[in-house]
């Protein structure tokens, strides 16, 4: 550091005025990629028709697949997209898969 920059800015530090604030340059850096992403990424435009289970309602993207609450009062979709949690039984836990070596025995 000169003696011109102490006389300048006497109290700040080296370290301090070269720290970058991380969540700023990475905001800076998904903004464009977000843009880019909407652009190529599904525009849910083709939608099911309304689906009722366990008490919810909601429409289908045809396309990719996420969902979407449906008001079968208004008639209308509404809330934000979202994707199905899967839930885990215990029958699909187990596994049925054949072991490789019996997929070669079953072949030859």
Known sequence: MSGYEQLLHPAVQDSERHRINTGQVIYL?????????KIWSCWHRHMSRPF???????????????????????WKTKGAYYREKKVMTPASTQSTAVPARAKLRLIA
């Open 29 to 37: 850096l998904l903004g464009p990629f977000r843009l880019v992403s």
């Open 52 to 74: 009722t289970r366990d008490g919810e309602t909601y429409r289908v993207c045809l396309r990719c697949g996420v969902h979407r609450h449906f008001d079968l009062e208004a």
